[in-house]
């Protein structure tokens, strides 16, 4: 499957439990209207915190959008100001209901998919290449089994591992969905430095 070598899909996720405003969606709206540069075609979505809904989202993406990358943002609720940089997805152990109540069936991904699978990009590169003023930056090969886990893999599995996962912190008074924006606009364009180098 060809890429459309320009085209980025940026996706954030809606509300959830208690959090009525998703920073990360909040994010990627604030990073869209900053843009990647004029050689980027810019796509962005809202993914629901539903398994199955997001994993068809996902399957839309990459068989229509064929992006050359895909970055999708979730929100870690448990960190404080802290951006956290996935480096795979993994396929078992999803346990946890959704908002509609749902629970993947075996608590896997895909049913004979690999246990667990990497992206292309080399988050800790990215990591070492990185820093944003104001908050930390951390590497992390667990993506926590929840929603943002489960659409990583699929992600990684339907997008030929061109896909990449961030975990946000909440929103605060000093993490504004404004400062997270430019946050993930410099990651982005980073990560983008990477696919360049691919395909040169």
């Known amino acids: 499957m060809d890429s459309n070598s320009n085209t980025v899909v940026v996706t954030g996720f809606g509300p959830f439990r208690q959090h009525l405003v998703n920073s990360s969606w909040e994010a990627v709206k604030e990073m869209s209207k900053l843009g990647l540069g004029e050689n980027v075609d810019l796509h962005i979505m809202q993914l629901p915190v539903a398994y199955q809904k997001a994993k068809e989202l996902v ?13 999708h943002i979730g929100l870690a609720s448990s960190s404080k100001a802290i951006i956290i940089f996935e480096q795979c997805g ?40 990185i820093s944003v ?44 969905a404004d400062f997270l924006g430019r946050a993930l606009q410099i990651i982005i364009l980073e990560m983008l430095k990477q696919c360049g180098e691919k395909t040169e």
Request: charged share 25%; glycine share 8%; hydrophobic share 30%.
């Open 59 to 71: 399957c839309k993406i990459w068989t229509t959008l064929q992006p050359l990358l895909t970055v």
């Open 90 to 129: 993994k396929n078992k152990g999803y346990k946890e209901m959704d908002v509609c109540g749902f629970c993947p069936e075996g608590g896997c991904c895909l049913l004979d998919g690999p246990e667990r699978i990497e992206s292309t990009i080399n988050m800790k590169t990215l990591w070492k290449n």
């Open 133 to 176: 003023e104001g908050i930390d930056v951390v590497f992390s090969r667990d993506a926590g089994r929840y929603i943002c886990d489960y659409t990583y893999y699929t992600s990684l599995y339907y997008g030929n591992r061109r896909a990449a996962f961030i975990h946000v912190p909440p929103l605060s008074k000093l993490i504004t």
